[in-house]
C-alpha cells in the first residue's frame, strides 16, 4: 500500500479514514514551522473509537493465536516497506538525527516479528484421571494506549504488538507533539488488522482523559510523566482498570578509578545525551570516584566538542532539538537556575538565540546534591557530574529520589560492580554498558518511575488475566 507520508493526515476508526471538525497544528522542532494540520477528536469520535474496538474484541479475541501472531508480524513488515518514509517524518516532527530515526524504526520492526514469535503458556497444577487444575492467559478487552513524544513510533509498538498478540483490541492516542508516523502507522494498518482492532486517534490532555475515564476501557498503557501516571492512576480507578505505567527517571551512573577513562568517556556521553536526553533511561546523574574525576571530566567536555547539534535532517547532525516549546523553556529554566546558583559549566549552558529548540550539550561541574540540576529530571541535553570517594555513601546518593527506573554501574571489577547493582534502587542496572534493550527482556520501574512490566512474557501477560479452570471428573 502507497501512501503520501507528506500530508493527509487522518485519524482510523473501525478501520477507516475518519476527517475531524477541529484541527491544532504539528511544529518542526528545529525550525518551529508548522508542518500538518492534526486532527483533533471530539468526545463522540472518542466514544466511536472505543465502541469500535468493542465490536471487534470477540472475533479477535477468538482468532487463533497463529493468526494473531502472523498479523503483528505483518505490522512489522510493513514498517520496513516504509521505514524510509517513516524516518523522514519521524525527524521532521521529532527531530532526532537520522542515527537516532535508524535506531527508532529498527527497533518498531524488531519489536513486532520478535513479539510475534512469544505465547503465554498453560500452567498445569494438577492433572490426575479424575481432576485437573489449569490456569491460562485471557484477554482484557479493550487496551486504551497512550504515547509520548520522544519515541512516538517505537513506544506505540510496545503497546500494540503484545496487545493484539494476547487478543486485546486498542485504541491508541499519541502525543499531540509527535502524532504524525503513528496517524499514518493507522493508514498504513487499515487494509492489514480486522476493522476496529486498532484504532488511531489524535487530540490534546482531554481527549487522554476521556480515554483513561471511558467505562469500556479495560487497560490503560501509558508512557510519560510521573505527575501524569498519578492522574491516571485515579481516574482508571473508577472501573478499575488495569494499568501499566513507565513513567519518569533521574537514572544515576557510578563510575569506579578502575575504568578505561578515554573508552568510558564516549560510552556514558551517549548514555547521558542520546536523543538529546530526551530519554526516560537517559544517565542523568554521573558519580565520578574522585581518583579520577579530573580526568573523566576533561574527557568527556572533549568529546562534547565534536558532536554537532543542529536540524536533524541535515548531514553529520549528531543531536537534534528539543522536542517542543514547553519542554524547551523547562530546560531553559533549569539552566537558568543552574547559573544564578554559581554553578561551573564545563560545556554549554546557555541556548543561543535563533530558531529551532536548540539547547547546546551541557556539563555542569559537580554542583552541590541538592540543587535543581541534580534533583530533578531534565529531561534535556544536561549532566551534573559529581563526585564521591565511598561506595556506601554513593548507592545513598543515588538512592536518594523518587524515581527507580535504571541505572549503571562502571568497573573492570564486574563482582564489585554487581555488588553495587544489586543495591541499586531501580528496574534495570547495566553493568559497564546502558540502553540495550529486547523485547525478551522484562522492562519496569521503582518507585514513582512506574507500575508494571513492558517486553518478556512478563510484559505480555500485562494485557491478560489469568483465569483457572478446575475440573472434577470423579
Known amino acids: 500500500m502507497t501512501i503520501d507520508f507528506d500530508a493527509g493526515y487522518e485519524m482510523t476508526i473501525d478501520g477507516r479514514a475518519v476527517p475531524a471538525h477541529a484541527h491544532f497544528d504539528a511544529f518542526n522542532p528545529a525550525t ?41 508480524a505483518h505490522i512489522g513488515d510493513v514498517i520496513d516497506e516504509n521505514a524510509e518514509a517513516f524516518m523522514r517524518l ?7 538525527a537520522r542515527k537516532g530515526a535508524e535506531w527508532e524504526i529498527g527497533g518498531s520492526v524488531i519489536w513486532c516479528r520478535e513479539i510475534a514469535t512469544q505465547e503465554l503458556p498453560l500452567h498445569v497444577v494438577e492433572k490426575t484421571e479424575t481432576r485437573s487444575v489449569e490456569t491460562r492467559r485471557v484477554p482484557l478487552g479493550v487496551v486504551g494506549a497512550i504515547t509520548p513524544w520522544n519515541f512516538p513510533l517505537l513506544l506505540a509498538i510496545w503497546k500494540i504488538a503484545p496487545a493484539l498478540i494476547t487478543g486485546n483490541t486498542m485504541v491508541l492516542k499519541p502525543s499531540p507533539y509527535t502524532p504524525l508516523c503513528t496517524l499514518k502507522l493507522g493508514e498504513l ?33 501509558f508512557t510519560g510523566s510521573t505527575a501524569t501516571g498519578r492522574k491516571i492512576m485515579e481516574s482508571a480507578s473508577g472501573n478499575l482498570k488495569r494499568i501499566t505505567l513507565e513513567l519518569g527517571g533521574n537514572d544515576p551512573a557510578i563510575v569506579l578509578p578502575d575504568v578505561d577513562v578515554q573508552a568510558t568517556a564516549q560510552a556514558l556521553f551517549w548514555a547521558a545525551f542520546q536523543n538529546s536526553a530526551q530519554f526516560c533511561v537517559a544517565a542523568k546523574r554521573l558519580y565520578i570516584h574522585e581518583d579520577i574525576y579530573d580526568e573523566l571530566s576533561a574527557a568527556l567536555a572533549a568529546y562534547a566538542a565534536t558532536v554537532k547539534v543542529g536540524d536533524g535532517s541535515q548531514q553529520g547532525t549528531d543531536l537534534g532539538p528539543i522536542q517542543n516549546k514547553m519542554q524547551f523553556e523547562k530546560v531553559k529554566d533549569l539552566l537558568a537556575d543552574s547559573a544564578a546558583a554559581g554553578h561551573h559549566f564545563l560545556t554549554g549552558g546557555v541556548p543561543e538565540a535563533g530558531q529551532g529548540y536548540f539547547v547546546p550539550v551541557t556539563i555542569v561541574d559537580n554542583p552541590p546534591e541538592d540543587s535543581r540540576v541534580v534533583v530533578e529530571e531534565a529531561f534535556g541535553p544536561v549532566l551534573p557530574l559529581l563526585k564521591f570517594r565511598d561506595i556506601d555513601d554513593v548507592i545513598d546518593r543515588a538512592n536518594r529520589t523518587e524515581y527507580g527506573l535504571a541505572a549503571s554501574v562502571w568497573s573492570r571489577d564486574t563482582g564489585l560492580a554487581r555488588s553495587i547493582a544489586e543495591r541499586i534502587e531501580a528496574g534495570t542496572v547495566w553493568i559497564n554498558e546502558i540502553h540495550s534493550f529486547s523485547p525478551h527482556v522484562a522492562f519496569g520501574g521503582h518507585k514513582q518511575s512506574g507500575v508494571g512490566i513492558e517486553n518478556s512474557l512478563e510484559g505480555l501477560a500485562e494485557y491478560s488475566n489469568a483465569q483457572t479452570i478446575i475440573t472434577n471428573n470423579a
Open 32 to 72: 518551529e514551522e508548522v508542518i500538518a494540520q492534526v486532527p483533533d477528536a471530539s468526545r463522540v469520535q472518542l466514544d466511536e473509537a472505543v465502541a469500535s474496538a468493542r465490536r471487534a474484541f470477540p472475533a479477535w479475541s477468538a482468532t487463533p493465536l497463529a493468526e494473531r501472531q502472523k498479523a503483528v
Open 90 to 96: 519521524l525527524t521532521r516532527e521529532q527531530g532526532k
Open 189 to 221: 494498518l487499515r487494509d492489514v488488522l480486522p476493522a476496529g482492532v486498532l484504532n488511531v486517534v489524535s487530540g490534546g490532555n482531554e481527549l487522554g482523559a476521556w480515554l483513561t475515564q471511558h467505562p469500556d476501557v479495560s487497560k490503560i498503557s
